[in-house]
């Protein structure tokens, strides 16, 4: 049997099916017995039996909060505080000092945290640009951060994590100066909620709402989840979104060689992409 | 060269369960199981890292580490110094960082968290 679970194989055929029209990603062999496993929350709240009763229920029914749940259910929302950190480090250092002079006239910096999931990765560089301080005194500064799951959006913008998640990457410095300790968790402060935006966006088909285009775009252990075609296109959307001298930054196992010419390695900072047309006019100094 | 690492714990299993995690990661590990011991291996050697329990008989780990901060480590490297407690409340976690500790890990914890704090501060 296909999910080596109890469902038939035309069920686990419709939710993969289900999960690639909504979000372009697919599942290969090796995640496909995570379904059953997955989709046991989202049987239990809807009183739903098995898959094959999800399946006919979604086909069926046309219930809009069943289909959110479900594909949720399917992506691997997966994400930390300051995930390779030496990532991090190189942008606050070089990156963000090399947009600053990009930038200097229009004192304007858009960063998009595309997959942003439950939120982490966007925190960590709005904490991480406001301890800049002075460095962006004057500057229109934007965190936008996007995903597919309606959960995980929800769940960034009440910026509450479980004592687990806290603790992943998130220095103990950082976590009590810009997280209050509740019942329920740790809750970002105000302060830092107020500089991150989080919207439900398709990255396939949804244009981010950004004021700009993105100075510095963060699309990391996504793309990996899309098949070839899709994953081209992807690369034609990040660079469609992506200014003209920009950072791409991708998931530590992840690589542009082979997958798309409209990014090529970052001759400034190593790990980042910059976009490939860019390449002969560098009229900044980083 | 292995790193270093002493576990002051006064709970056995915890100190196995770190010893094991520890190890994996190919720290040289050496224990103590409240903070005057620690405190004696400190004036001997100098690991490269220290993972501190709160509470512990005879000397809790906030004593050890006003004691600690008073040791002479020459042209060493101070050892940095992780909590690793039970008191999660951050009251305790503000105390410790003003007391001088470069991070703190709350139990219960996995050895992803603990890799991740050792790698904050600089060991792993």
Redesign the interface.
């Known amino acids: 049997m296909m999910g080596g679970g109890t469902a038939s194989e035309s069920a686990y055929r419709v939710l993969m099916s289900v999960l690639e029209s909504r979000t372009g990603q697919t599942l290969s062999p090796n995640r496909i017995w995570r379904i059953e496993m997955s989709l046991k929350p989202v049987l239990q709240r809807h009183g739903i039996a098995d898959l094959d009763a999800l399946v006919a229920a979604l086909v069926t029914a046309n219930g809009r909060q069943l289909l959110d749940d479900t594909v949720d259910a399917m992506l691997n929302n997966e994400t930390f505080f300051y995930r390779e950190h030496s990532v991090f480090d190189d942008i606050a250092e070089k990156a963000l000092e090399y947009l600053r002079v990009v930038n200097a006239r229009q004192r304007q910096l858009t960063i998009w945290h595309c997959g942003v999931s439950t939120g982490q990765e966007a925190y960590s560089m709005a904490m991480l640009l406001a301890e800049q301080g002075e460095r962006w005194a004057g500057w229109r500064v934007d965190v936008i951060g996007t995903d597919v799951s309606h959960h995980a959006i929800s769940r960034a913008r009440v910026g509450l994590y479980s004592q687990f998640e806290i603790q992943r990457g998130l220095p103990v410095q950082r976590m009590v100066r810009w997280f209050d300790q509740t019942e329920a968790g740790w809750l970002a402060k105000a302060d830092l909620r107020r500089r991150v935006d989080f919207s439900v966006q398709n990255m396939l088909i949804d244009r981010p709402p950004l004021a700009a285009p993105a100075d510095l775009i963060f699309c990391r252990n996504l793309l990996l989840y899309f098949a070839m075609p899709m994953r081209q296109k992807a690369f034609a959307r990040l660079r469609a979104i992506a200014a003209p001298q920009s950072f791409l930054v991708l998931g530590a196992g992840e690589t542009v060689l082979g997958q798309t010419d409209q990014f090529v390695a970052s001759p400034r900072l190593r790990g980042l992409y910059e976009p490939a047309d860019q390449q002969v006019r560098r009229p900044v100094a980083a | 060269m292995s790193k270093s690492c002493l576990v002051v714990d006064d709970s056995k299993v915890i100190r196995k369960v770190a010893r094991h995690i520890l190890e994996s990661m190919a720290f040289a590990v050496d224990e103590a199981a409240d903070g005057q011991e620690a405190l004696r291996f400190c004036r001997a050697n100098r690991p490269d890292v220290i993972l501190l329990d709160w509470n512990m008989p005879v000397m809790s780990g906030m004593e050890f580490l006003g004691a600690f901060n008073d040791l002479d480590f020459g042209h060493d490297e101070r050892p940095r110094v992780v909590f690793c407690t039970t008191e ?3 009251d305790h ?2 105390a410790a ?1 003003e007391a001088g ?1 470069d ?4 139990k219960p ?2 050895r ?2 603990l890799e ?2 050792l ?2 501060v600089g060991v792993a």
């Open positions: 999660n409340s951050i976690i503000r960082i500790a991070e703190y890990v709350m914890f996995d992803e968290t991740g704090k790698q904050l």
